[in-house]
């Protein structure tokens, strides 16, 4: 009688669960975009670059305007976002970057109230690069409570010029593959953003990386599969490359493991890091682009090649303040004479 009951138990009650399971596993993690529709250039009529031979570039991790609320297990306000959206915009006008790349921009997620973030911070720009990394009809993370979950998501990276871009890619990085396979299911791509932008009418190549955050030897084998494509063009172009690399410099005071992800940009003969080893142990906590509130590790950069480009300045701008739980890095250059 018991076996008997038990069987009616799982047949009525469990068996009608783990379908429901599957369906939405199928339906959640199922893109909404084409292939062709995950990297696209958007031209706009009102950006203009200032005259002169010296420039700057910066990368921002947006943390999607969700500040230090970013990953937690709540709904962020709409108003929060809105206030964080303004204070982006001033930022952005009093810093006027001729180069910007972001990482973590919606493009149009349930998590911050189907904004275009992008859209709303090109203003100045001749030119975006958008990049699409996560495509999914339904992220439920954080895990709990439900209310939490990120729900759609459109989101991913850009590169914002003052300057023509010539051409632009869009290349997956390898994923963590000793992850569970509803992880990965639900989990963004990592991307490298490539774009050649003609700074008065000099092929300049921009990459637009963000790594790994959670697996050291997925972030170690993505760092070199970036390192293979500067090295396609760091013989015959001025290149910089930027991001949100999610692990801490090699001569940062305080290390977490012997990870060689920044080493492996380090110890190329033809780049160089704006800030150098002597620069961030000057004054290494105003150089942490991690947390906002309290800041304690480096995990974003800028590199460029020291033979084609002249650094004149670099620094981490603080004033961002809780926009994003990353600050952003600023640099300013000269492309030397050939």
Known sequence: MFQSLMRIVLLYILLPLVVMLVIFFYWGSRANLELGQLHQEISFISGQAQSGDTFSIMTYNLGYLSGMTNNLPLKPSRK?????????????????????????????????????????????????????????????????PPAAHFGKMLSGQAILSKFPVSTSERIVLPGPEKAPFYYRAFYLDRLIQVAEILINGKAVVVLNVHLEAFDEETREIQAREVLKVVEQYINNRPLILIGDFNTRPPFAREQLSDEQTINIFLAHPLLSPALDSQSYLANEKEHFTFDTAAPYEKLDYIFYTHQKIQLVKASTIREAGEISDHFPVFMVFTLLEE
């Open 80 to 144: 929060l976002f809105e206030h964080n959206l303004e204070a982006a915009q001033t930022l952005l006008s009093q810093l006027k970057p001729d180069i910007l790349g972001f990482q973590e921009i919606d493009f149009g997620s349930t998590r911050s109230y189907n904004m275009n973030q992008l859209d709303s911070l090109a203003t100045g720009y001749q030119v975006a690069v958008q990049s699409v990394n996560w495509d999914k009809n339904y992220v439920p993370f954080p895990y709990w």
